[in-house]
């Protein structure tokens, strides 16, 4: 009978030989290094958000809270973008509101690539939505209050009503700021690892079939 000829890997030998290739496993993973810091600095764009808060009035329902909310983002931000010469359905700013749960306070994020630029649109932003939202809260806390006058049978003219009605306005409880945190750098050191992973992972696959060719001769 013919003896049969079995290769046995060493395990001891394979190490020696990734070793021996390391400037192999090192060049894929530099490549692959670059690579991914070519891809993220062209594709990923920097991200920057500050934010505002606005308090309503207490007396305020849900309501009038969830109005408040879609005001934030509605006719009055089209037309914020468009004073601005920015085009609302692709803005350079992106603005993000909601509600603070079991309270009147309405929270507003704003999101862009310039940090500067961001804060100047906060500003202005802040004066717009605070101005209107004074005009229509007050107008909510009237007409509730006549229909309970309607309902009462009371004689009271607006006149009167808005001398003893107590109405308050919106409250700036937070100003934005200068945002200077880079919402992606996370994303950028992220890919870099991965590539960087895979780099290695590909350097030591060349290396392990060619260690596996030299074995097998």
């Not at 990734?18 to 594709?43: E, H, Q």
């Not at 958000?49 to 305020?60: F, H, K």
């Not at 601005?84 to 704003?110: C, G, R, W």
Request: charged share 20%; with cysteine; glycine share 6%.
């Amino acid at each position: 009978m013919k003896e049969q000829n079995i290769k046995v890997i060493d395990l001891s030998d394979m190490i020696k030989f990734l070793w021996k290739s390391k400037i192999i496993i090192l060049s894929c993973t530099i490549l692959m290094i670059g690579l991914a810091i070519f891809g993220v600095n062209r594709n990923v764009k920097p991200s920057y958000m500050t934010s505002i808060q606005v308090r309503l009035p207490q007396y305020v329902d849900n309501r009038t809270v969830n109005t408040a909310v879609s005001y934030a983002n509605g006719n009055l931000l089209k037309e914020y973008y468009r004073d601005l010469n920015m085009d609302p359905d692709y803005p350079n700013i992106k603005v993000i509101s909601e509600a603070i749960k079991d309270s009147t306070i309405i929270h507003v994020q704003f999101v862009g690539q310039e940090p500067e630029q961001i804060k100047q649109f906060a500003d202005g932003y802040q004066i717009k939505y605070t101005n209107g939202l004074n005009r229509f809260i007050n107008e909510t806390a009237i007409n509730d209050f006549e229909v309970s006058m309607v309902q009462s049978n009371s004689s009271i003219n607006l006149s009167q009503l808005e001398k003893t009605l107590p109405l308050a306005k919106a409250e700036v409880i937070k100003d934005a700021g200068i945002p200077t945190e880079n919402l992606n750098a996370s994303v950028k050191t992220k890919n870099i690892i991965k590539f960087g992973a895979l780099g290695l992972l590909l350097g030591c696959g060349i290396s392990l079939v060619r260690y596996c060719a030299l074995i097998l001769r």
